[in-house]
């Protein structure tokens, strides 16, 4: 029986402190809260005040100075929030990430180009104007108050402030109200038992307070909960699928299957051009010395055995040339013996020294591996020719439906996609699959280039393995 009260009494007491730390956390957040929300609201109506008191100091002497200085102050007040917008709702997605993991897409729709039309008037997408100043900016006005995320922006300028007065405001009171019964004295009282009046009152009023300060600390979380939820609600009215994230999705979708399309067409062009101008070229030289030695039979011999003996090289050329272009389509070890084989096998011929480490449960699609072998190609070609490294390790790993390919190098660094058609052509052949491609590569290295893509592997079996070539 003892035993078991002990461990309740923990039990309790590991709760209470588990709450009360949350609660100081909450404390902690709802403090950065509400000073978040200052500038978007303190700035703008600031700005409008002092815009609206010097122009109706310096339009006094005129009858409609009044006017011009409040529109002068709605003008200012304007412009400030504005350049506010963007800021207070970036400020707050990120706040609710890192708390809640909360992530509230930020998309917003493609802005048309101005365009002069050959009367000398600028084109918004919407309206003509002569100036390509005010074009500019009513374009963007005219943008802003259509697309859903600035609209949603602009109300969540508005209501930050007050919420956060509204969320913070009975915590501040209840601390206030409970640090005042603590410090400013005694609630009176009749004594009670043995203490007297004064002690009762005293100690009545440090409860009292003490109270109310941990409720109010207990609150706090709630608080910032109900933020986090009145900000998801407005910043992401449609669920995260709005109708510019689909746009811009089937824009994606459209450039990638455009670039596989065209990758396809080069594809089949180069192979054209190595059979047309290789193995096509050497039989058909096979063939006419063929028909060379048959005439030279029965004439000259000696000279019909080194036609032969040429005939027979180059048959063997021949053949290595169509097992290379075989091999560019789609290498046989990597159809015989998946990726993790087939990335050995092109480290033992690279010209680095190269590591491999493989962890894959099993193998992913085929065209999945063929996109992933070209990249590793690719980037341990780039590694060779203008890293300057003496090492280059490749790590595969296969975790949570994504397939994650490392290349690192110790070279000097500096790895830039605008420099080349390389890393480019990766990103494109990535984005056939929706893949990725990251690069970490500072001056002096090391450079890590990173390639993601999302697959299903075809069974639950596990082989983690590592070579070194």
Same mark, same amino acid.
């Given at each position: 029986?003892?035993?078991?009260?002990?461990?309740?009494?923990?039990?309790?007491?590991?709760?209470?402190?588990?709450?009360?730390?949350?609660?100081?956390?909450?404390?902690?957040?709802?403090?950065?809260?509400?000073?978040?929300?200052?500038?978007?609201?303190?700035?703008?109506?600031?700005?409008?005040?002092?815009?609206?008191?010097?122009?109706?100091?310096?339009?006094?002497?005129?009858?409609?100075?009044?006017?011009?200085?409040?529109? /002068?102050?709605? %003008? =200012? #007040?304007?412009? +400030? !929030?504005?350049?506010? *917008? @963007?800021?207070? $709702?970036?400020?707050? &997605?990120?706040?609710?990430?890192?708390?809640?993991?909360?992530?509230?897409?930020?998309?917003?729709?493609?802005?048309?180009?101005?365009?002069?039309?050959?009367?000398?008037?600028?084109?918004?997408?919407?309206?003509?104007?002569?100036?390509?100043?005010?074009?500019?900016?009513?374009?963007?006005?005219?943008?802003?108050?259509?697309?859903?995320?600035?609209?949603?922006?602009?109300?969540?300028?508005?209501?930050?402030?007050?919420?956060?007065?509204?969320?913070?405001?009975?915590?501040?009171?209840?601390?206030?109200?409970?640090?005042?019964?603590?410090?400013?004295?005694?609630?009176?009282?009749?004594?009670?038992?043995?203490?007297?009046?004064?002690?009762?009152?005293?100690?009545?009023?440090?409860?009292?307070?003490? /109270?109310?300060? %941990? =409720? #109010?600390?207990? +609150? !706090?979380?709630?608080? *910032? @909960?109900?933020? $986090?939820?009145?900000? &998801?609600?407005?910043?992401?009215?449609?669920?995260?699928?709005?109708?510019?994230?689909?746009?811009?999705?089937?824009?994606?979708?459209?450039?990638?299957?455009?670039?596989?399309?065209?990758?396809?067409?080069?594809?089949?062009?180069?192979?054209?051009?190595?059979?047309?101008?290789?193995?096509?070229?050497?039989?058909?030289?096979?063939?006419?010395?063929?028909?060379?030695?048959?005439?030279?039979?029965?004439?000259?011999?000696?000279?019909?055995?080194?036609?032969?003996?040429?005939?027979?090289?180059?048959?063997?050329?021949?053949?290595?040339?169509?097992?290379?272009?075989?091999?560019?389509?789609?290498?046989?070890?990597?159809?015989?013996?998946?990726?993790?084989?087939?990335?050995?096998?092109?480290?033992?011929?690279?010209?680095?020294?190269?590591?491999?480490? +493989?962890?894959?449960?099993?193998?992913?699609?085929?065209?999945?591996?063929?996109?992933?072998?070209?990249?590793?190609?690719?980037?341990?070609?780039?590694?060779?020719?203008?890293?300057?490294?003496?090492?280059?390790?490749?790590?595969?790993?296969?975790?949570?439906?994504?397939?994650?390919?490392?290349?690192?190098?110790?070279?000097?660094?500096?790895?830039?996609?605008?420099?080349?058609?390389?890393?480019?052509?990766?990103?494109?052949?990535?984005?056939?699959?929706?893949?990725?491609?990251?690069?970490?590569?500072?001056?002096?290295?090391?450079?890590?280039?990173?390639?993601?893509?999302?697959?299903?592997?075809?069974?639950?079996?596990?082989?983690?393995?590592?070579?070194?070539?």
């Amino acid at each position: 029986m003892t035993t078991v009260s002990r461990t309740s009494g923990t039990s309790v007491g590991a709760q209470a402190r588990s709450a009360f730390t949350a609660g100081g956390e909450g404390l902690a957040r709802l403090a950065v809260v509400v000073l978040a929300a200052v500038p978007g609201a303190v700035l703008p109506v600031g700005a409008a005040v002092f815009s609206g008191a010097v122009s109706s100091q310096l339009l006094q002497s005129y009858d409609v100075g009044l006017f011009l200085a409040l529109l /002068v102050a709605v %003008a =200012v #007040g304007s412009v +400030v !929030a504005a350049t506010n *917008v @963007r800021r207070t $709702a970036n400020r707050t &997605r990120g706040q609710l990430e890192r708390w809640f993991g909360i992530r509230l897409p930020a998309v917003y729709e493609p802005r048309p180009e101005l365009e002069l039309d050959g009367r000398g008037h600028w084109w918004t997408g919407y309206t003509y104007h002569r100036s390509r100043t005010v074009a500019k900016y009513a374009q963007l006005v005219h943008w802003g108050l259509r697309d859903r995320t600035t609209r949603a922006e602009l109300a969540w300028l508005l209501v930050n402030p007050f919420l956060a007065i509204a969320l913070a405001g009975p915590v501040v009171v209840l601390l206030g109200l409970g640090a005042a019964n603590i410090l400013t004295g005694p609630v009176p009282t009749d004594g009670f038992g043995p203490l007297d009046s004064q002690m009762t009152s005293v100690l009545l009023s440090v409860m009292l307070g003490a /109270v109310m300060i %941990a =409720v #109010g600390i207990l +609150v !706090a979380p709630f608080a *910032v @909960r109900w933020y $986090a939820e009145a900000a &998801r609600r407005v910043l992401d009215q449609d669920g995260r699928a709005t109708h510019a994230q689909l746009t811009r999705r089937v824009a994606e979708l459209t450039e990638t299957r455009a670039d596989a399309a065209g990758n396809q067409a080069a594809e089949l062009r180069r192979i054209e051009r190595d059979l047309h101008d290789g193995a096509q070229a050497r039989l058909v030289a096979i063939g006419m010395t063929l028909g060379t030695i048959e005439h030279l039979m029965d004439t000259d011999q000696a000279a019909a055995r080194e036609l032969l003996a040429e005939a027979r090289q180059s048959s063997a050329r021949a053949l290595q040339e169509l097992r290379d272009l075989v091999r560019g389509i789609h290498p046989p070890v990597l159809a015989e013996r998946g990726l993790g084989d087939a990335v050995r096998a092109l480290a033992l011929d690279s010209a680095l020294p190269t590591e491999v480490c +493989v962890s894959l449960p099993d193998r992913p699609p085929a065209p999945v591996e063929a996109a992933v072998y070209f990249s590793i190609c690719e980037l341990l070609a780039n590694a060779a020719k203008h890293s300057g490294a003496e090492q280059v390790w490749v790590d595969i790993l296969y975790r949570a439906g994504f397939l994650r390919v490392s290349v690192t190098d110790d070279g000097v660094g500096v790895a830039d996609p605008s420099r080349g058609t390389g890393l480019r052509g990766i990103e494109k052949r990535l984005g056939t699959f929706d893949g990725v491609l990251s690069i970490d590569s500072t001056s002096g290295g090391p450079t890590t280039i990173t390639l993601e893509l999302p697959c299903e592997l075809s069974s639950p079996r596990t082989s983690t393995s590592f070579a070194k070539a």
